[in-house]
Nanobody
Framework: QVQLVESGGGLVQAGGSLRLSCAAS????????MGWFRQAPAKDRDFVAA????????YYADSVKGRFTISRDNAKNTVTLQMNSLKPEDTAVYYC????????????????????WGQGTQVTVSS
């Protein structure tokens, strides 16, 4: 059984920073691409960032490129999203997710390609 637990959300002023963490239980964490998605009120869940199973490649939505950094520690089964220069439009519930197939990062930005999801953590950026 795989469980993903996010932490680190909160309220921050525009221009500030937050660091989200996702702790994963279950085997073979290091074999899966991991992703972060977010969902703002009354909007669809959108891709934010993803990282290949070995950490060698990272992918970002255009809206966060240059401001957010995704990383992982396979020894600790964690994936982190460092968010800098936050904007009010970054306000959303942020979800950590695991790609459904091992050793693949194809279609990393598609929600349907992920099978396990965390419960989400709220990020609110005030103007």
């Amino acid at each position: 059984q795989v469980q993903l637990v996010e932490s680190g959300g909160g309220l921050v002023q525009a221009g500030g920073s937050l660091r989200l963490s996702c702790a994963a239980s279950g085997r073979a964490f290091s074999s899966y691409t991991m992703g972060w998605f977010r969902q703002a009120p009354a909007k669809d869940r959108d891709f934010v960032a993803a990282i290949r199973w070995d950490g060698s490649m990272t992918y970002y939505a255009d809206s966060v490129k240059g401001r957010f950094t995704i990383s992982r520690d396979n020894a600790k089964n964690t994936v982190t999203l460092q968010m800098n220069s936050l904007k009010p439009e970054d306000t959303a519930v942020y979800y950590c997710a695991r790609r459904f197939v091992m050793y693949s990062s194809t279609y990393y930005n598609l929600e349907r390609e992920y099978d396990y999801w965390g419960q989400g953590t709220q990020v609110t950026v005030s103007s």
